[in-house]
């Protein structure tokens, strides 16, 4: 969604404001911002705005000035402080959707995001959606209160966003991380490995390399059992999230999520789309398109990946009818020569 | 007309456990089928309802198997002499027992084996319970305490290789417990009438004919 609206109001907006404000924008550049406000102990921490987030963050494109349009070039000596930015300016829409619900009222924009470090849907992890909510509703009393009526609540939290079920988002994609394989035994939180960790088992500052082996931008499943099946990667594991294809500020719990079948009946159809998720350095994700399928594959593409109902393997499946079927092979082989020979048990009867 | 024998062959506590195993084993197939086809077979309300009704099942076959299990190693003391065959039956009963069921049943020959409390299964049955009872369903059992389980038994479960692997495991078990099913309950069809073998699993007593009772030589 925050991608959506880069393309469509902030990157024209942008040129917009380049071509009438040549002073203003390039007046104050993020760097020279970014020179005394990276640093805590100069500004203090309310005014704090770390760079490595920052110029990474989709907000970096439109710069500092243009949401704190009160800062001149004779900032901070001529006293001023900076103007409060107003969300609503460029996301007018997103505002009108949040305004209709009743979480409105109990938090505004920057209470969930931090403004200095946005990213698009794709690049924020599940488990960092997490980490907005659990700023007011925390772990504990999320699984209390879901535990009431779902089993093993700790494990659903776990691999499925809040905003999954909590928004108006209708259509759901499973994104794989590299996790620990220690996780948080109560909450069932993953434990994302970092960028750092990535890079140590890759060899290498592209952590891509470590399941897109060949670099084509794709993840087939060969390469997810080659990286399931190296013992360099035996602390870590491909976890899978059940995260919102795109993302609604409509905050409410649409009913088809009260139903276990949404997710557990959608079935082999549904699972067909996933991603693997990289952490980059920024913090960010970088997401790959993984081959269709993957988190159905019966062994080694997604071990640790399983949805009862919704990722079973067909393979196993015909495993299984052929052991059944075998089951009744005796009654079915038996029964016939017993009726053809029923004659015979007859004559014994009758001598005896 | 030939005289019938009874003899009191199956304990109560025996045939609590049978019946309690086999009303949880058929509703652990029954909501284990809507639990992993839950798109075409629909046979509970609810998904949720499939699932607790499978996890109850489970842990009451789970518990009944410890009974079981409690119950012939340390009441009853026999459960080494009743499911592990002994060197004859190794050496000829198996072989005879199968010669009966796929030979001469069909000529209408009498079954070698004659029970006794001490020595109820054929050399047959003893081998396919001691894989059943020894094997598969504690395999089972602790899979699906496993899949319940899933974040306290976390290092278990990565020690396996993975929930898919797990899962895998317990589902191709109990496709092989259901196959084993089939040809249970068939295989107890097979009595010198239809019922005969389903009677003392209700009441305790078989009854045998006089011309099936051993006159000369015991199987045992």
């Not at chain 1, 691999?159 to 994609?173: R, W, Y």
């Not at chain 1, 991603?275 to 640790?304: H, I, W």
């Not at chain 2, 396996?160 to 084993?180: Q, T």
């Not at chain 2, 009595?191 to 004919?209: D, Q």
Request: charged share 15%.
């Amino acid at each position: 969604m925050l991608a959506d609206y880069r393309q469509k109001i902030l990157a024209p907006g942008f040129f917009l404001l380049c071509l009438l404000c040549p002073a203003l924008a390039l007046g104050m550049e993020n760097e020279d911002c970014l020179g005394c406000h990276d640093d805590v102990d100069l500004v203090g921490e309310g005014s704090f705005v770390a760079e490595v987030a920052f110029v990474n963050s989709a907000h970096a494109d439109i710069g500092c000035s243009s949401c704190h349009d009160s800062i001149s070039a004779a900032h901070p000596d001529d006293g001023l402080t900076a103007s409060r930015p107003n969300c609503l300016d460029c996301h007018g829409d997103v505002a009108e959707e949040y305004a209709q619900t009743t979480h409105n009222e109990n938090a505004g924009c920057s209470d969930c995001h931090d403004p200095h470090n946005v990213r698009g849907a794709a690049a924020v992890s599940g488990h960092d959606m997490n980490a907005m909510c659990v700023e007011c509703h925390t772990a504990d009393d999320v699984v209390d209160s879901h535990s009431e009526w779902l089993p093993q609540a700790n494990l659903h939290i776990g691999m499925v966003p809040c905003v999954t079920c909590h928004t108006a988002s209708e259509d759901v994609i499973i994104s794989l991380y590299i996790t620990h394989k220690k996780e948080n035994i109560e909450t069932g939180a993953l434990d994302l490995a970092d960028h750092g960790e990535l890079a140590a088992l890759a060899g290498s500052d592209d952590v891509q390399d470590l399941v897109d082996t060949n670099r084509d931008d794709y993840i087939s499943i060969a390469e997810l059992r080659m990286f399931n099946r190296n013992p360099a990667n035996k602390n870590v594991q491909l976890l899978g999230m059940m995260t919102p294809a795109s993302v609604s500020h409509d905050i409410t719990t649409l009913d088809n999520r009260w139903d276990c079948s949404f997710c557990h009946v959608s079935g082999p159809g549904a699972m067909q789309t996933s991603y693997v998720s990289l952490a980059q350095p920024d913090g960010s994700f970088k997401r790959v398109p993984a081959e269709q399928g993957a988190v159905l594959d019966a062994l080694f593409g997604t071990p640790d990946f399983y949805m009862v109902g919704a990722t079973r393997s067909k393979t196993m499946n015909y495993l299984g009818l052929a052991i059944i079927a075998g089951g009744l092979v005796l009654p079915i082989g038996h029964g016939s020569l017993r009726f053809l020979t029923r004659k015979n048990r007859r004559k014994s009867e009758d001598k005896s | 007309m030939s005289e019938t024998k009874k003899i009191y062959l199956q304990p109560t506590p025996v045939r609590i456990w049978h019946w309690l195993n086999a009303f949880g084993i058929v509703t652990l197939i029954v909501t284990g089928v809507q639990i992993r086809f839950p798109e075409h077979i629909v046979i509970f309300d609810s998904y949720r309802s499939a699932i607790l009704l499978h996890n109850t099942a489970g842990l009451v076959v789970a518990v009944s198997f410890s009974l079981w299990f409690f119950y012939y190693g340390f009441v009853a003391r026999n459960m080494a002499k009743l499911y592990i065959p002994n060197k004859e039956d190794l050496q000829h009963g198996l072989t005879r027992q199968a010669k009966f069921y796929l030979l001469t049943y069909f000529l209408g020959w009498k079954n070698p084996h004659h029970p006794t409390p001490q020595n109820k299964f054929n050399p047959m049955q003893k081998s396919a319970y001691l894989a059943i009872m020894f094997v598969l369903v504690p395999l089972i059992s602790l899979t699906g305490i496993a899949l319940t389980n899933v974040a306290f038994l976390r290092d278990f479960v990565v020690m396996i290789g993975g929930l898919k692997i797990l899962m895998s495991i317990h589902f191709l078990l109990a496709c092989s417990l259901c196959a084993f099913l089939f040809t249970h309950v068939y295989l107890a069809t097979l009595g010198h009438t239809f019922f005969a073998y389903f009677k003392p699993m209700w009441t305790g007593w078989e009854e045998i004919p006089d011309d099936q009772q051993p006159h000369e030589h015991s199987a045992s």
